[in-house]
């Protein structure tokens, strides 16, 4: 024996409202959708005259009438459509998808008008003629939240049923649902669901009579007469033609003012035929981070399927809003977002390649506009070129990088160095904050690579450009720009320097004297990405059990992370390798490593400030009282 699922209504409807649709407000718009599509079926029925209109009324005892000039139904095709869960006339019956022409193709769409009333009515009028040459019979059928359903065939002079084809829907509103039909939230919901829809979309409004306007009123069985508003009727606002391109950019502009909320730094026109998609991308007016969704206004078939739709575009193009409008785009189920196919995908691929060529053409060229865009969405720039070898070209020359001299690009630095000289990056913004005095002293051409991007891009660059000979800079290359101090002074230096070095020792720092430009700085502080290693490899070895540890201790040796260079050019520094007095030594060793941190620009750590305001006390002292020792004052 073979049976058939039961369905319980109210199930299905919990399920379509807490999981399927973000918000009831889709009720109306499933309505529009059959209503468009209605009126679609009619066209492919009876040819491109019949008229395209789908009226609102919100009534008086709160239930809401929702009429079209659509194909209707009849009595056989109601029983089979309406009264069946998932059940559509708009799928393609070989492929199993929605038909192009249509917008609905789920069957599930009027179960959403039970989130918010308890019964929907459905009275219809067809379209079509039956083989006999008559035409089929109005029909009744009135569907109830707990899944029961009544189908009459109604006669043709009943009032309620419309006098030319198409269909007349009521809802009846489920308590403390009310508000979802009410007259504001209907227009509005309509407003904002249908206005560029291609069918003549009205809702009908009671007037209040206490502020005068009485103009167009059409008297009803109610007390307030009403009038018809129209919702809909507009072209695509980027369809719209215009006297002028000036006159057409400032309405597009003032487009994206009413609907996005900001006015846009510069517009993309958006054509792609394959995908049956048209609308405009509006560049951003201030920086977004790369890492914020991009959210995109989208239509299909010309109803609204989201404000905040994502990923339309490949994720660089973080920094444009789209508007657009497309017909070979297929939804999700919920109608809120856009199904992952093919479509979607080449439609990414097409409308990140008309970005593309929009950021490559206004880059190439001098004015305003590229100056504006590099300046705000430079960010966006990187991040494209890491994929695309002409944007990395064209960033090469115009986008801005920090270096020795001064922000510029790097081509700029280029011109600044000697013929086949090196340029150097640095991975991180503390190490060019370390290192870049020295190397703007030595002539050496360093960038900072320490950058969102910055890393990665210079890496692709230095493979594109290998004539710049661009590397990450070492310890080493900038070490080779010091110079070994004479080997006498050296030997006169000797004990302070292994004073200093002692008193670096907890830091994980070592000390070495060289002569460098510039003389005004102290000292530079190196870091040694192998002594990390190597400091890894210690703590491991602390925390390991004792074998184990003590061949890690071995392996790991005895290198310090980090390599403070004392400038022997310096008159601080001399005085102090000079000094006789070991606390001084001590003191002015800690005063110069930590001040050599804080030129790196990196906060300084608990540890860090205590031994700052330490060897600042024990100078402190000396300054103030020459001659004693704390240990003499305690005496
Ligand atoms: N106003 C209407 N006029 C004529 N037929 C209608 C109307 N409303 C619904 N129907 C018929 O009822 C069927 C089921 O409608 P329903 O809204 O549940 O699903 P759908 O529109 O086919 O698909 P989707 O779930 O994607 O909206 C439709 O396929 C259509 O044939």
Redesign the pocket.
Known sequence: MTSTFQVDLHGVVDLLARHLYSSPRVYLR?LL???V??VT?RRDLGGDDVPAAIRLRPLPDGSLEVA?S????TLA?AAE??ATIG????RDVELGT?REEFL????????SAFMVADEIE?T?RSARILPDGAAPAPVRWRGFADGSYELTEVPDEDPTVPAEPG?V?RLRPRRDMEHWLAPETVTALAQDFGSLLPVDLQVEVRLDLTDGDSAAATGTDDASPTVWRRLSGADLPWKERHATPAERDAALTRYAEQTLGFTPLARIDLDLPLAGLTGVAYVLPAAVSPTTPSSHRVYLKRMLLGTRVDDLLPPWAFFVRCVLDASALRPTASREGLYEDEVLLATREALGAQVREWALATLAESSPTSRAFLRVHHLAVRALALQDDDMLDLAARVLPFETTEGTGTLTDLAATLPEGARMLWTPSVEEFRRVAPVAAAQGLGLVNGGYVYDADLLERISRRFPQWRLAPVTSDDVSQALLEVDPLRELEVADAVQAVDEALAPQDCEAVVRAFEPAALPAMLLHDRDGDHQREARATADAADDVWGQVLAELSGPARSRRLVLNDTNETVRSLLATTDPQVLEAGAQSLYVTALLLSGRPLRASEATLMNGSLGVLLDRALRPGTTPLEENR
């Open positions: 499933e959708q059959n209503g599509d209605a079926a079209d659509g194909v209707g139904l095709e459509l309406l059940r559509s006339s708009k929605g609905g193709q789920f069957g599930i769409g009027l179960l459905l219809s269909s829907v």
